[in-house]
């Protein structure tokens, strides 16, 4: 999961990396009190988990209280790239000399950590990894063997920061790296990492995605549960308990099973169409597990097929089809339905969902006329 930018610098702050002070508001009022407790000069930054608020006027400078009211007025309820403001970060300002740009994150290819410094910061990593790919100095890093300070300042001196901020720079660098790996991140990135004029190093911005499976490990993260930014959909089978994303097409998919799930997104594809989803409704197909799948596809004003693939193991086909017809006893559905049922009971299943068969609810003998029938629905040509 992803977090804001503030959330992400108090982590930073728990592993001792410096970071501005600053407070978060969700109202100019509540904003303009923040900055005359931090003093003036302060940033007001909109807190919205994209790249780019600074170009989008989401990050303003304010020299006195009369500033700070008209910027927190005009930055909170901004749409910064379809993600409306709603909470404002208010920080002590910082003097700039320089900005850097430092992460690290998973090189999955080299089965190895990698960190990437470069001493131009503040602009997109991508546009300089396009434009001037040295000025980027990677490193990789074995788990096992961890980051040492010698490395970390060769790396340092590698991407040719100021020599007054070397020393800075190892020491967050190290630091950042230890959040990372205990903290469970897929991603810690500061952009931009600055020098002050005073040569003191500093992370003006936070960027933070944790890795969802290790939350248990940190009871403390399901503080973030609360303000993840998920899409209508997506809200809807988190509130269920379903494993669920969201995609682009217009087949809804409900499957058993990640592995099937992913292979019933592959074989509507194949087959010329494009799914809307996936979900995993995982080991039992009862009523209420279908009923909640059904409810979060049907509410996708994309979906025009549904396809439910199931195939029975512990879960028995008379168990999935009691699940589906008493589902669709509870849920109007706005789309026809294809089903696929194999495995455990598979004919005893199907028997139960033959007198429920139309033109709206169908039955295909295999996965693959399933999806080209799921497709055909849906109007996909191919
Ligand atoms: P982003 O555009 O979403 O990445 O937001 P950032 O937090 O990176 O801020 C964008 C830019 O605003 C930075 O690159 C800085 O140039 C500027 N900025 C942010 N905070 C301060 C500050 O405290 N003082 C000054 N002078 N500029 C700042
Ligand atoms: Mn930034």
Same mark, same amino acid.
């Given at each position: 999961?992803?977090l $804001? !930018?503030?959330q992400?610098k *108090?982590?930073?702050a728990r592993?001792?990396?410096p970071?501005s002070?600053? !407070?978060?508001?969700t109202d +100019?009022?509540a904003?303009?009190?923040a900055?005359?407790?931090?003093g ?6 909109a807190?919205?988990?994209?790249g780019?608020?600074g170009?989008a006027?989401?990050v303003?400078l304010? =020299?006195?209280?009369?500033? @700070?009211r008209e ?13 409306i ?9 910082s003097?700039?000399? !320089?900005?850097?740009?430092?992460s $690290? ?10 960190g990437?410094l470069?001493? *131009?910061? /503040?602009v997109e &990593? ?6 001037? #790919?040295?000025?980027?100095?990677k490193i990789? +890093?074995? #788990?096992?063997d961890?980051l040492d300070e010698?490395?970390c ?5 590698a991407a040719?920061?100021?020599p007054?901020?070397v020393d ?8 950042l790296?230890t959040?990372?790996?205990e ?5 810690v990135?500061?952009n931009?990492?600055?020098?002050t #004029?005073?040569?003191r190093?500093?992370?003006l911005?936070a960027?933070?995605?944790l890795?969802?499976? @290790?939350?248990f490990r940190?009871p403390d993260y399901e503080q ?6 998920r899409?209508?959909?997506?809200q809807?089978a ?6 669920y994303?969201?995609l682009? /097409?217009?087949?809804?998919i409900?499957?058993?099973g990640?592995?099937?799930?992913? @292979? ?6 194949q ?6 989803? $996936?979900?995993?409704? /995982?080991g039992?197909?009862?009523a209420e597990?279908?009923?909640? =799948? %059904?409810?979060?596809?049907?509410n996708? #004003?994309?979906v025009?097929s549904?396809f439910?693939? &199931? $195939?029975g193991?512990?879960?028995k086909g008379?168990?999935?089809?009691n699940?589906i +017809?008493? =589902?669709?006893d509870?849920?109007?559905?706005? =789309?026809?339905?294809?089903?696929r049922l194999d495995g455990?009971?598979?004919?005893e299943?199907?028997?139960?969902l033959e007198?429920?068969l139309s033109?709206? %609810? *169908? ?6 006329e ?5 497709a055909?629905?849906a109007g996909?040509t191919?």
């Amino acid at each position: 999961m992803d977090l $804001f !930018e503030y959330q992400g610098k *108090q982590l930073f702050a728990r592993y001792d990396i410096p970071v501005s002070p600053g !407070e978060a508001v969700t109202d +100019v009022e509540a904003a303009v009190a923040a900055a005359n407790r931090i003093g003036y000069p302060v940033v007001l930054k909109a807190q919205v988990q994209v790249g780019g608020r600074g170009k989008a006027g989401g990050v303003k400078l304010a =020299a006195n209280e009369a500033e @700070a009211r008209e910027h927190a007025t005009s930055i909170i309820g901004l749409d910064i790239k379809g993600h409306i403001v709603h909470i404002l970060w208010v920080e002590k300002a910082s003097d700039i000399a !320089e900005e850097y740009y430092a992460s $690290f994150t998973l090189d999955r290819a080299a089965k190895k950590y990698l960190g990437m410094l470069s001493a *131009q910061g /503040g602009v997109e &990593i991508e546009v300089v990894a396009e434009k001037d #790919p040295d000025a980027i100095a990677k490193i990789h +890093v074995d #788990p096992v063997d961890g980051l040492d300070e010698a490395t970390c300042r060769a790396w340092v001196q590698a991407a040719g920061l100021n020599p007054k901020a070397v020393d800075g720079a190892v020491d967050i660098l190290l630091k950042l790296y230890t959040c990372y790996v205990e903290g469970d991140a897929d991603l810690v990135e500061i952009n931009p990492l600055i020098l002050t #004029p005073d040569d003191r190093v500093h992370a003006l911005d936070a960027k933070v995605t944790l890795d969802d499976s @290790a939350v248990f490990r940190h009871p403390d993260y399901e503080q973030y549960d609360a303000t993840q930014v998920r899409d209508e959909r997506e809200q809807a089978a988190h509130e269920r308990g379903l494993q669920y994303v969201g995609l682009d /097409g217009y087949v809804g998919i409900i499957a058993n099973g990640a592995g099937l799930a992913m @292979a019933t997104v592959d074989i509507v594809s194949q087959v010329g169409g494009e799914a809307a989803n $996936f979900l995993d409704i /995982g080991g039992g197909a009862n009523a209420e597990v279908m009923t909640g =799948a %059904l409810e979060v596809i049907n509410n996708d #004003p994309k979906v025009r097929s549904i396809f439910i693939n &199931i $195939f029975g193991g512990i879960t028995k086909g008379e168990e999935v089809a009691n699940g589906i +017809v008493a =589902a669709l006893d509870r849920v109007k559905i706005a =789309a026809p339905i294809v089903i696929r049922l194999d495995g455990t009971n598979a004919d005893e299943g199907r028997a139960i969902l033959e007198p429920h068969l139309s033109e709206r %609810l *169908q039955l295909q003998p295999t996965m693959l006329e399933a999806a080209r029938a799921a497709a055909a629905l849906a109007g996909a040509t191919l």
